[in-house]
């Protein structure tokens, strides 16, 4: 005869370890939210005082955004053109095929560019941010800064921070601009619009507040970005397999808090 | 004079309680070796001692000054007294082996670049490795990395050096000649040492004392040949390397 675990609440002892688990990882993750809090105003501290590594920020706005500029490029490129390719198949059955390039521009800007440009920059910028710093933990280069008297938040972090708010927000109006060209390409040169047409109803019906909020949402996604790759690889623990967790950590969480963001950033930026 | 004091110094990570109670003074100029088995609060203890980790109860004092009290700014002026030597030598991967060994005084003076390089050719010179500077430590052998990482611990003139095993992973003759550097940099600069080992040939012959940690204790203190007659059992253990005895492998 089956017989289920009663436990002293009254309550069957699945239930009750769900309940646990899910508790257990309820206030994991918030206090980690809350570590990654602390870190980041650690970080804001040492933005603002002296000594300025510059040389360190312009190398990792190298590596973070001329190094991100080809995957940007490429993502661009193909939104606008299959946004462009999709809208005129819908907007064709009610006679709308002039607001392409409104679809288009509004969407790369307000919306694709500043995300697609997110996603794409923690895939590739944030994760190495998190194995580089996660590698130089484990193998005790950390705790080498710090015995070299340098603060290592100061001298790892807060460039890395710097050049991915400050890329983002360059990788992010490039990618608005070369999807917009490519949503241009396929609506006139291929799917045959208006030329005038297209780029009259594109800069009429996109003001300059749309591309700015897109930029203020790249700012911020940059920073998203720069902290939590940092912050997972500057808390790295146990060797090669502690690096493959925080790379992986990293993009999980960057492209989740884009997500997030962009939902409250969208509806207060409206 | 008390270069060095570990007073009471009780350290928890979680429920595992490392340090418990932990007294330990290194004289000016001393070298002190702690040793004891993996997992007996070794690097702890090390890393207490300058700053990179804090007691949960006790006090570290380094030159008359309470670490516990330093704030940051503090913290990192009493840490330009020291240089450390990491188990993996903990060189920077990015960095040549000269911006290694040059990297405090990069942060730290005014000097140019080929200034710094010019220093950091004579402490290579000092721990005998030379032609090296363009190199990158990817490129070393352990136990080049390991002068290497020697090198950059003296680079500033530090007054106490600290050892995280410094023979781990060497094969013995190099082992050896880094025990003789050791032994040698200390004659040549006056220096106070504090290495951590389990290495007992390394720590008779690097050390004036030798510490036994074993669970978050000191369980004795005395010169290489004080330990070598030890009558503790857990000493005698330890130092003649028997399975057979009251400390268990873990």
Not at chain 2, 67 to 85: H, I, P, Q
Not at chain 2, 132 to 146: F, Y
Not at chain 2, 190 to 199: L, R
Request: hydrophobic residues 45%; proline residues 3%.
């Amino acid at each position: 005869m089956r017989c289920s675990v009663v436990s002293a609440n009254g309550f069957p002892g699945y239930i009750n370890s769900w309940f646990e688990t899910t508790g257990r990882k309820t206030f994991g993750f918030v206090k980690e939210m809350g570590n990654v809090v602390v870190f980041l105003w650690h970080t804001l501290r040492w933005t603002f005082s002296r000594p300025f590594y510059v040389k360190n920020v312009l190398k990792q706005m190298e590596q973070i955004g001329f190094n991100s500029i080809p995957v940007v490029l490429t993502t661009a490129l193909s939104t606008g053109m299959v946004l462009a390719l999709q809208s005129y198949t819908g907007f064709k059955r009610f006679g709308a095929e002039t607001l392409i390039g409104t679809v288009v521009s509004l969407s790369m800007t307000r919306e694709l560019g500043p995300v697609l440009t997110g996603l794409m920059v923690a895939g590739r910028a944030g994760a190495s941010m998190a194995a580089e710093l996660g590698t130089m933990r484990v193998t005790e280069q950390i705790d080498a800064l710090s015995t070299l008297a340098t603060n290592p938040v100061k001298y790892l972090v807060v460039p890395r921070f710097v050049a991915s708010t400050i890329m983002m927000f360059f990788l992010t109006a490039l990618g608005m601009i070369i999807g917009i060209i490519g949503g241009y390409f396929v609506g006139v040169k291929v799917l045959g619009t208006n030329p005038v047409t297209y780029i009259k109803n594109s800069i009429n019906n996109t003001e300059v507040t749309d591309i700015w909020y897109g930029l203020i949402k790249a700012l911020v996604f940059g920073a998203v970005v720069g902290i939590i790759g940092c912050y997972k690889g500057f808390n790295t623990v146990g060797g090669a397999e502690g690096v493959g967790k925080a790379t992986t950590g990293a993009v999980v969480v960057s492209c989740m808090l884009i997500l997030i963001f962009d939902y409250f950033l969208s509806a207060l930026l409206w | 004079m008390a270069m060095i004091e570990l007073l009471d110094v009780h350290k928890s990570f979680g429920d595992l309680h490392v340090l418990r109670g932990v007294n330990l003074t290194v004289e000016k100029g001393e070298s002190m070796t702690v040793i004891g088995g993996s997992g007996s609060g070794k690097s702890v203890l090390l890393k207490h001692t300058i700053g990179l980790l804090f007691p949960d109860k006790g006090r570290v004092i380094v030159d008359g000054q309470v670490l516990n009290d330093l704030d940051e700014f503090g913290l990192n002026e009493m840490r330009k007294k020291f240089g450390m030597l990491f188990q993996g030598a903990a060189l920077f991967d990015s960095l040549t082996v000269w911006e290694n060994v040059g990297f405090g005084l990069k942060q730290h003076t005014k000097l140019s670049d080929k200034e710094i390089r010019k220093k950091a050719t004579e402490k290579l010179a000092l721990v005998g490795l030379k032609d090296v500077e363009d190199k990158m430590p990817a490129d070393l052998s352990g136990g080049m990395k390991k002068r290497v990482g020697l090198a950059r611990a003296i680079a500033m003139d530090a007054a106490i050096i600290l050892y995280d095993e410094p023979t781990t992973g060497l094969d013995p003759i190099t082992a050896d000649a880094i025990n003789d550097l050791i032994v040698d940099l200390r004659k040549k600069l006056g220096v106070t040492s504090v290495a951590i080992t389990h290495d007992m040939q390394s720590a008779y012959k690097i050390s004036d004392r030798i510490a036994m940690l074993y669970k978050g204790e000191i369980q004795e203190i005395g010169t290489p040949e004080q330990i070598k007659s030890t009558t503790n059992p857990i000493v005698r253990q330890f130092i003649t390397g028997s399975a057979v005895g009251p400390i268990t492998a873990e």
